[in-house]
């Protein structure tokens, strides 16, 4: 075992070698492999085994048939790399440093993968990683730098770059397969991956480009949202499509004759920014052209031939129609749907591809596999499109676990679940101690019990967001929510409070925060608030941050 271990300390080559060696030992065979799947964005609105009138996607649903999907799961802090970091630490967004995405992850810090790996596990993170620092604690990596791109894009490949021909989805998957292919059969493997779809700027596979385009997409009811008797938060956010999409770089209309004439310009002109992750970017719509010019030119000739019969008609479409006011929203939506389900398009195709090749090596039922997504993501509900806000459609992700030896098949659980709570779930699966310091609980009991929670299990989640100013502008907040009840409090330039009835008002449309009617139940969830932040050790939620 010991020489095994050396032989595949970070070598992926050596795996092959000792592939074809003896029988897997008893004690290993037993515990399960895992494939955590996570993609960027993608939320349960747009995933038919939730229920979805927008796209169906029979190879996620398939997870859930054969497994058990959570109509209850949440986030800590509903942005990428904060809840990313949630995840791999067991922790709360100030305990394990990473509150927004500008921080960088302190790799120095236990995660669950090094934990696996030090059980004898063979560890791999393939895909978007968005921590800043490198992973730590992996057989294998292969990762997107910072937001990663669509097209051809670059990976860092255990510390070196790599530049990929092809559409990222594809790729990431490739790559997993062959981790899997050479990996040692001897060991258990945990792979973690991670897709970039579908993240802003919503870019398809060469393939999908324009297969939506005789769709026409069910409205959001809040699609034209007034905010009226809404806060400050809720109103000066910049995520609205009406007012905060990018022509070219969210709408793609830019005609590809004048993408073509850009190409002739210096380099200075065509690409402008070059400010990586910047949000002040976000604000200065000059940049527009330059930043969306720079992702259609890394597709080849012939993928920019596919691109120029989608989207130059998008252009016509516009200039013959001239959508104007709430026609404008409603135009815009469209095109929004159009590109982002094609991207789910894309991880759906992909994920179904890993399964079928999970099934022909014979590990698919011995694999616990993970679906969940970094945060829930608008689709034109209150005419929003982004996340961060602790509203259900951002603070809600989708989960669902297929493991069929523990997870009864079309299993529904609505227990209240976090994304805290995976890695103790998994090392408890893997038979690994659970330390000491991680916050949140395995979820092993309701999966193995068809979906139902135990009499003592948690009956509140509480939230906490950072991000702020930054990208889409939402105000830092912090909160509670019980199965009834949802308690707000933005801050830092603000100080208001919102109060929700979630069985009365699901679409959090009322606030309810000064109707006297309420005050009790305002003093109750203030009350189990402050336990929960006493038991998270976030006793002080305003002052976290010193900028
Ligand atoms: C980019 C996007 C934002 C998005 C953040 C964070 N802008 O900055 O719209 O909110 O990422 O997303 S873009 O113009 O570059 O597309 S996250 O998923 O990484 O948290
Ligand atoms: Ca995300």
Known sequence: MVKLKLIFSGLIAGMALASCQQPKPAESARRPNIVFIMTDDHTIQAMSAYGSKLIKTPNLDRIANEGMLFNNCFVTNAVCGPSRATILTGKYSHLNGLTDNSKVFDSTQVIYPQLLKKAGYQTAMIGKWHLGSNPVG????????????YYQPEFIENGKVVKEKGYVTDLITDKAIRFLEKRNQDQPFLMIYQHKAPHRNWLPAPRHLGMFDDKVFPEPATLLDDFKGRGRAAKEQMMNISTDM???????????????????LPVKAKFKDAKGDDYKQANDPSLDKSRFFEVYNRMDEQEKQQWKKVYDK????????????????????QQYMRDYMACVVSVDENVGRLMDYLKKIGELDNTIIVYTSDQGFYLGENG???????????FRTPLLVRYPASVKAGSISNAFAMNLDFAPTLLDYAGVKIPGDMQGVSLRPVLDNAG??????????????????SWHMVKRHYGIRTERYKLIHFYNDVDEWELYDMQKDPQELHNLYSNAAYQPVINELKAEMK??????KDTNPTETLSK
Do not use: C
Request: a positive charge; zero cysteines; charged letters at 30%.
């Open 384 to 394: 929003y499109f982004d996340k961060r806000f602790m509203y259900d459609v951002s």
């Open 314 to 333: 998008r252009v016509a479409e516009f200039n013959r129609l001239k959508p104007k006011g709430d026609d404008l929203v409603r135009w815009k939506y």
């Open 531 to 536: 336990k929960l932040q006493l038991q998270y």
């Open 138 to 149: 992996f057989d294998y990596y292969s990762i997107l730098p910072n937001q990663g791109q």
């Open 452 to 469: 139902k929670a135990p009499e003592n299990w948690r009956k509140a989640v509480y939230y906490h967001y950072y991000e702020y100013p």
């Open 246 to 264: 990018w022509p070219a770089w969210d709408l793609k209309m830019m005609s590809t004759a004048q993408l073509d004439s850009m190409a002739k």
